[in-house]
């Protein structure tokens, strides 16, 4: 099976995920323990044109030691969810801690609703100037091997502007946070 080789990756944290009873901490932990999620956008493609697409991205909301909450990307305009984002940049991330060894090691399936999953819904953005060398330390440090992406496919950074934190981690209904609650939390 072929892989990128990992370097320069650093050993990522393993915290126990918070108690299921801290809904924004829970949210915050896998906004930033997650390094990839499922992105969904309304699709240009001709023969599905206005019906949601999905498509994986890897994501980092900060290095490991400063988690902001807001998941950043490292794009191109030949990805079809990019083509979808110029023509409306409406999206919904969503994150699971099956990713996570957390959900393997109990015996969780992911769709039950203990294996913790987030779905930020919001406006992704191309990155301002001022912000691009936050985001290449946040991708780059987290997904080394990014650096090495073809020039020619000229990738760009982008993030999730959050209007909506939606949570579900455990049985009883799902969690609204409220973004300052969400953005106050710690991971």
Same mark, same amino acid.
């Given at each position: 099976m072929f892989s990128y080789?990992?370097?320069?990756?650093k050993a =990522?944290?393993?915290?126990? #995920?918070? #108690?299921?009873?801290?809904a924004e901490r829970t949210a915050r932990y896998l906004a930033h323990h997650s390094s990839w999620g499922f992105?969904?956008?309304?699709? =240009? /493609? $001709?023969? !599905?044109?206005?019906?949601?697409?999905?498509?994986?991205?890897?994501?980092s909301d900060g290095p490991l030691d400063n988690? =902001?909450?807001?998941?950043y990307f490292y794009v191109t305009a030949m990805d079809n969810s990019v083509v979808d984002l110029r023509s409306n940049p409406a999206a919904s991330l969503t994150l699971s801690e099956a990713e996570s060894e957390y959900c393997r090691d109990n015996l969780i399936d992911? $769709?039950?609703?203990?294996?913790?999953?987030?779905?930020? =819904?919001?406006?992704m953005v191309a990155v301002e100037v001022k912000e691009v060398d936050f985001a290449k330390?946040?991708?780059?440090?987290?997904?080394? $091997?990014?650096?090495?992406? #073809? !020039?020619g496919h000229h990738f760009f950074f982008m993030k999730l502007q959050i209007e /909506?934190?939606?949570?579900q981690n455990w049985f009883g209904g799902i969690f609204l946070?409220?973004?300052?609650?969400?953005? $106050?939390?710690s991971p």
């Open positions: 080789r990992r370097e320069g990756l =990522t944290d393993s915290a126990a #995920p918070p #108690p299921h009873e801290e992105l969904a956008t309304i699709s =240009t /493609q $001709q023969k !599905i044109q206005g019906l949601p697409f999905g498509n994986i991205f890897s994501v988690g =902001t909450g807001t998941p992911p $769709q039950d609703p203990r294996c913790a999953r987030l779905t930020l =819904t919001g406006r330390e946040a991708l780059f440090s987290r997904h080394p $091997q990014m650096k090495k992406w #073809p !020039i /909506q934190v939606w949570l946070i409220p973004l300052e609650e969400y953005f $106050q939390a």
